[in-house]
């Protein structure tokens, strides 16, 4: 993962918690399936378990790993009664340092990551029907709820691209151009449609689980940023609620046949 990735989300863990989006039931239905009971499975870029704790009802274990501690704290604290999950500390740079694995998962995190170096190196740890997984959304998703609103808010503010550039804003190459060229050629998409209703509370919640606009970014200007949010949200929607349809790509990437 890029280099201080701990300190892109200062603050945002508990927002990330409560207002980011699971994946849904099927999105998560269609990993176990593909993993199996019995595997082991990590997962790399974990948050506060938003895969690892559902995912670990349907497989034998989960190693959970994030680099940033305020996310592990969150998903310990989630997953107090998931005994079969292994919070770790740590990134994409130390996976030889983790506990055995036989398939890997990558939620909203692998474009934090050097990706072909990532996949180069899992092509010599996983094994041989060792399965790299993405799941987020969609290739094509639709905008975020409020976002128009939110941008002139973002603006307002000041709150420009993070210094940390990430693979995918470096190279402007898809998850799936990158994993094509790699061991793991062998891909299948699958997309999960889910609409989805945000009061105010949780638009504003989930803009301060980005890492843009995180509360440590904003640092002492948080309390005026949420005001100006709200005023400007519900200036372009006074009921303040939103509808939202939501896609989830699960893209499963297997070595090639030989």
């Not at 993070?162 to 693979?167: G, K, L, P, Q, Y």
């Not at 949420?226 to 939103?242: D, E, M, T």
Request: hydrophobic share 40%.
């Amino acid at each position: 993962m890029v280099p201080l990735m701990k300190d892109l989300f200062g603050g945002a863990a508990p927002y990330y918690a409560r207002y980011r989006p699971d994946h849904g039931d099927q999105a998560i239905d269609h990993l176990a399936t593909t993993f199996g009971r019995g595997s082991s499975v990590l997962d790399l870029g974990c948050g506060p378990g938003t895969v690892a704790i559902p995912l670990a009802r349907h497989v034998r274990e989960v190693t959970a790993v994030d680099p940033d501690e305020e996310m592990l704290a969150e998903g310990r604290q989630l997953a107090a009664n998931v005994p079969n999950i292994r919070w770790l500390r740590g990134d994409s740079t130390m996976l030889r340092t983790f506990p055995p694995f036989d398939h890997v998962v990558m939620g909203r995190s692998f474009h934090w990551m050097d990706r072909r170096t990532v996949l180069a190196e899992l092509d010599e740890l996983l094994p041989p029907d060792g399965v790299v997984a993405l799941i987020g959304p969609g290739r094509h998703g639709a905008e975020e709820p409020g976002e128009s609103a939110m941008q002139r808010v973002r603006e307002e503010f000041a709150m420009g691209p993070m210094t940390a550039t990430n693979s995918f804003q470096a190279t402007g190459e898809h998850h799936q151009d990158v994993l094509a060229t790699s061991p793991f050629s062998d891909l299948d998409s699958t997309l999960y449609e889910r609409r989805l209703t945000y009061d105010l509370d949780a638009v504003i919640g989930l803009q301060l689980s980005y890492s843009y606009t995180a509360p440590a970014r904003l640092g002492d200007r948080l309390e005026a940023f949420v005001q100006a949010a709200r005023s400007a949200l519900l200036a372009s929607n006074p009921s303040g609620r939103w509808e939202h349809v939501t896609v989830t790509e699960v893209l499963i990437a297997r070595r090639a046949p030989a």
